[in-house]
């Protein structure tokens, strides 16, 4: 979903995938006109965008679950229900919401997708994050722009990376 962002804002702000990606970046002031299209696209009134919770009434620890859950790999909810020793039909529960997680399962997730112990499910919104989560996803990411390269590019950046993995 977050690669999906840019393109998303980039509509909705009738403005190029640079501008949307520095948006979402922080790194350029939005201007009146964006944050009312913005606004307008998401109905709500700007000022709840400018001063107020946009978390507010959101699920964070289901969201999140969502999030880490469709980031899996074929098979892969089979594979963490095993690791957590868990039914499939449990992690599907999960996901849709239906039960929660025991805080010994919600740290086996944790443990499981390579988070920090320190990461909290239930406050901290990882779905919002733009950049791979975990370590499966970063290792998902790195596959998906290696193969991506044209050979040109991977013959030229082999060496370095070589010497970064080794």
Same mark, same amino acid.
């Given at each position: 979903?977050?690669?999906?962002?840019?393109?998303?804002?980039?509509?909705?702000?009738?403005?190029? +995938?640079?501008?949307?990606?520095?948006?979402?970046?922080?790194?350029?002031?939005?201007?009146?006109?964006? =944050?009312?299209?913005?606004?307008?696209?998401?109905?709500?009134?700007? *000022?709840?965008?400018?001063?107020?919770? =946009?978390?507010?009434? +959101?699920?964070?620890?289901?969201?999140?679950?969502? %999030?880490?859950?469709?980031?899996?790999?074929?098979?892969?909810?089979?594979?963490?229900?095993?690791?957590?020793?868990?039914?499939?039909?449990?992690?599907?529960?999960?996901?849709?919401? *239906?039960?929660?997680?025991?805080?010994?399962?919600?740290?086996? /997730? /944790?443990? %499981?997708?390579? /988070?920090?112990?320190?990461?909290?499910?239930?406050?901290?919104?990882?779905?919002?994050?733009?950049?791979?989560?975990?370590?499966?996803?970063?290792?998902?990411?790195?596959?998906?722009?290696?193969?991506?390269?044209?050979?040109?590019?991977?013959?030229?950046?082999?060496?370095?990376?070589?010497?970064?993995?080794?």
């Amino acid at each position: 979903m977050p690669d999906q962002w840019e393109n998303h804002l980039a509509n909705w702000c009738e403005c190029g +995938v640079d501008r949307a990606r520095q948006i979402l970046s922080g790194g350029k002031q939005v201007s009146d006109r964006e =944050l009312q299209l913005i606004a307008t696209a998401a109905q709500v009134d700007s *000022e709840q965008i400018v001063f107020g919770d =946009l978390l507010e009434g +959101v699920d964070i620890f289901l969201e999140n679950l969502k %999030f880490l859950l469709n980031s899996l790999e074929h098979g892969g909810k089979s594979r963490l229900a095993a690791y957590l020793s868990v039914t499939p039909i449990t992690v599907y529960k999960w996901k849709g919401g *239906e039960q929660r997680p025991s805080a010994k399962h919600s740290e086996g /997730l /944790l443990r %499981f997708f390579g /988070l920090d112990a320190s990461v909290n499910l239930a406050v901290d919104p990882l779905f919002l994050v733009r950049e791979p989560i975990g370590t499966q996803a970063k290792k998902l990411w790195l596959r998906q722009k290696i193969d991506a390269m044209e050979e040109e590019s991977l013959s030229k950046y082999f060496p370095a990376l070589k010497k970064l993995l080794d």
